[in-house]
């Protein structure tokens, strides 16, 4: 039984599983180059990816400041200074989510967190635009950990 053992854990090497991380850190920084710093902490790049190939201009909201609660995390990203600004979409995943934001002229806008340092409830995660204009996402945690910083860099 031992020896079977052995054998897998021979086989299985820590450089195999380096070169994924690596690559997939590499992909990130990839896809974190194509957004282009503008006004406020807003990115434009263009949005083209499998069935979104419409070639779509979408600002990526990059600035926002966040608060360690016992059992969530709090995010608020303050919005650019445009009317009638309203959530299109909201996708909570296990380690990630992504919202989407749309103004009165149509200028889509988008929120997305890629990596977070550990998991979440995606069913009791919510967002929303509070009184003073900012996209609230409150995201609840699977443990009751304290974060030491919100996603991996």
């Known amino acids: 039984m031992y020896d079977r053992w052995d054998a897998l854990a021979g086989a299985i090497s820590d450089s195999d599983e380096e070169d994924v991380v690596l690559e997939r850190r590499a992909e990130h920084e990839a896809a974190r180059r194509l957004i282009h710093e503008c006004d406020g902490g807003v990115g434009e790049f263009r949005f083209g990816i499998g069935e979104r190939a419409r070639e779509e201009k979408v600002c990526s909201l990059t600035k926002y400041s966040w608060t360690d609660e016992p059992a969530a995390v709090v995010i608020q990203v303050n919005l650019p200074k445009r009317s009638g600004?309203?959530?299109?979409?909201?996708?909570?995943?296990?380690?990630?989510?992504?919202?989407?934001?749309?103004?009165?002229?149509?200028?889509?806008?988008?929120?997305?967190?890629?990596?977070?340092?550990?998991?979440?409830?995606?069913?009791?995660?919510?967002?929303?635009?509070?009184?003073?204009?900012?996209?609230?996402?409150?995201?609840?945690?699977?443990?009751?950990v304290p974060w030491q910083t919100l996603a991996y860099v």
Do not use: H, W
């Open 85 to 144: 600004i309203y959530i299109v979409a909201s996708d909570f995943r296990a380690q990630s989510f992504n919202v989407e934001l749309v103004d009165s002229n149509t200028q889509r806008y988008r929120f997305a967190i890629a990596e977070l340092l550990m998991e979440i409830v995606p069913q009791k995660c919510e967002c929303f635009i509070d009184e003073r204009a900012r996209l609230v996402c409150k995201i609840t945690k699977f443990g009751k």
